[in-house]
C-alpha cells in the first residue's frame, strides 16, 4: 500500500516518527513535503497528496499541520479527495466507516505521536462500511462535486 504524506513546517518532527513507523510497516511512502522550511505554505502540500490520492496513485494520504485544519479545507478542494479533520480515535473509525475519507487532516499542536500513529493506524485499516445509508450519503456528495 502506498500512502503519500505532507506535512508544513509544524508537522515535520512528527512526519519523521510517523514515517518510520509506517515503513516498518512495510507501507511505501510518498512524502512531498521532504525539503520543509519555516516559510512554507500547507496548500501545497495538501494540494499534492490530494492529487495523488484522486489520481490513485497513493492509497491514503496523511496530511499534517498545526491544527489541521487548514489541511483539511485545502486537499478537499481537490476532485475526489475525502479529508477528514480528524482528533481522536472514534473519529478516525467513523470517517472510513461512514464517509469512506481517503486523507486524514492531523494537528501537531499538543499530540503526542503515539495518540497520532493509533488514529492513524485506525484510518487506514478500518474499511467503509457499504451499508445503503452510507453508499446514499456519499453518492449526495460526489453528484454534487461532478456538478
Known sequence: MKIAI?????GTEIKKEIKTY?????????????????FDDYPEYAFKVG?????????????????GIGMSIAANKVKGIRCAHVTNTSEAILSRQ???ANIIALGANG???????????????????????????????LEYENK
Open 6 to 10: 505532507g506535512t508544513d513546517h509544524n
Open 22 to 38: 509506517l515503513k516498518n510497516k512495510d507501507y511505501e511512502i510518498i512524502d512531498v513535503s521532504e525539503h520543509n522550511s519555516a
Open 51 to 67: 492529487e495523488l490520492v484522486a489520481n490513485k496513485e497513493a492509497t491514503f494520504g496523511i496530511l499534517i499541520c498545526g491544527t
Open 98 to 100: 461512514h464517509n469512506n
Open 111 to 141: 499530540n503526542k505521536v503515539n495518540d497520532l500513529i493509533k488514529i492513524i493506524d485506525l484510518f487506514i485499516n478500518t474499511g467503509f462500511k457499504n451499508e445503503e445509508r452510507h453508499v446514499r450519503r456519499n453518492s449526495q456528495i
